[in-house]
């Protein structure tokens, strides 16, 4: 969850740092600091700030070194910290350095055995200037260090229990970087006299589209002349450089107030770049996939795991799936999955879903289910991330880079691709006729523009915003796949917002949710499944008996649902198996405008972060 970023060349590193962070503030961090070797020392600047104050801590560490003017040097490492051993302050901030200032380091993850190694480190007299398990690794360094840079990196990477990606710069080898990956994101960048590593390409594109994914166990020595990576015995590794088709300009907010409100928008663009290379003609077509046929007509049950927003994509594909294929599907939160002891066969499929690539505990269930035998499709936005690697298919959303740590093109082309997965199995398994695969594909290939429609009939959310922002606690109901959408509805509005926001069932109110129910109270209500729209009429009518203020969410042209309503957002017209991504968008905007007028930090709301690498 915290970002790193590694420079050395002949440029100063220091600015190149700050700039590379800066790409990386998505992620979420509470406080950043940066290393810099130059004449065999190390100058550490660091800064932390409470989320209560205005400036981020990564602005104080501009300041603090003057853009990165008064901290000289060619090699350095850098880093954004989203705590989790001890309190966001200056000394628990990385860079750590070792008690002989020979050694730098910056972690992201977390050492599981560091208690114990933190005991032992003590006495032998090494002693600790923060509460975080980062540390020891500085200080194993110095143990193990005997002249040879590459032995002490592999010594103490032998010692270290848990998930990290390290890097490492000693103020004996000027110039040199070593980076270290396991089970935590980590890439490296090829330049030209210049190379790189970071937790995201995000930091490095505006330097190099040139990149080197590190597998688990993986460790890299960085020049500015040459990158050389290893096997964990040390071997020599050849390594394949992959080139990123995106720059940094698609990086950019592009005249938007927020990179939320800007992918919001992308979404019709982001979809069809889903959609559009998996279609041909009136054919649905995964190419390279190698998946069979005839595994697909053996296939009993369907886990989809992931997490978040994720998980509620899952939701929505649930439904369809079993609709069109008539196989029994489960959507399995990943942290819960992993421990479960799940029961899984050779003739089950595991569809692990991520916009990242780099879950923790989506990465650990899949890894748990592949072990048990299931074969593994993945939906994955960020092409060669860890979770790719580890599934036998991948679907790619092919949505270019997300930035706001609330997912939006994320969602919306993950439960498009889930869509043409149930289309592409039902024909495979014989339970839809050429007919209704026909109709299916034209509701696919209509996504993007129900996308855009979804923006275009609803001018005036920001009124409505308006109108309800000030809420203490918002209620969403729907039914069926309105009730999947409401979830993740649900989720935007808190995660940005920070106002307090559930949704239930609309047919379990009475059985405990409605007790909530009070005047004024906002429920935000989906009637879009026209299959069960008279028992959503009913519930409107029970919480509106109750004091509640209706926000409806209904078909464009449908008016049955004006009399119930104090305010109704409309949703284009589709079939009622593909609706979810044109009612989803217009709740993104809600949500958008909520926390907008609620003055909260859109794009890097508080105790969040993009890619959530530890457990």
Known sequence: MCGIVGFTGAEQAAPILLEGLRRLEYRGYDSAGLAVENGGRITVVKASVPVTKEDSSLITLTRRTDDGKNVPGTCGIS?????????????????????????????????????????????????????????????????????????????????????????????????????????????????????????????????????????????????????????????????QISVVEWDVETASKGGYEHFMLKEIMEQPKAIKNAIDPRLKGSEIVFEDMSLTDEDIKNIDRIIITACGSASYAGQVGRYVIEKLCRIPVSVELASELRYSDPIITDRTLLIVISQSGETADTKAALEECKARGAKVLGIINVVGSSIARLCNDVLYNWAGPEIAVATTKGYTTQVALLYMFAVYAAKVRGTIDREEYATCVDAIKALPEQAQRAVDINPDVAKTAKKYYDQEHIFFIGRNIDYAVSLEGSLKLKEISYLHSEAYPAGELKHGPIALINDGRLVVALCCYDELFDKMLSNIKEVRARGARVLAVAAEGDDRVLSEADDVIRVPAAHELFGAIGEVVPLQLFAYYVARENGCSIDKPKNLAKSVTVE
């Open 79 to 239: 880093h954004t910290r989203w705590a989790t051993h001890g309190a966001p302050t200056d000394y628990n901030s990385h860079p750590h350095m070792s008690c002989d200032g020979r050694f730098a380091i910056v972690h992201n993850g977390i050492i599981e055995n560091y208690v114990t190694l933190r005991q032992e480190l003590v006495e032998k007299g090494y002693e600790f200037a923060s509460e975080t398990d980062s540390e020891v690794v500085a200080h194993l360094l110095e143990m193990y260090y005997e002249g040879d840079f590459k032995a002490a990196v592999m010594k103490t990477v032998a010692r270290l229990e848990g998930a990290y990606a390290l890097g490492i710069v000693c103020s004996e080898h000027p110039g040199t970087l070593y980076a270290v990956r396991m089970a935590s994101p980590l890439i490296l960048g090829a330049g030209k006299g210049e190379n790189f590593f970071a937790s995201d390409v995000t930091a490095l594109v505006s330097h190099t589209r040139n990149v080197i994914y590190l597998e688990d166990g993986e460790f890299a020595c960085l020049t500015p002349e040459s990158i050389t990576v290893y096997a964990p015995d040390g071997a020599e590794v050849e390594k």
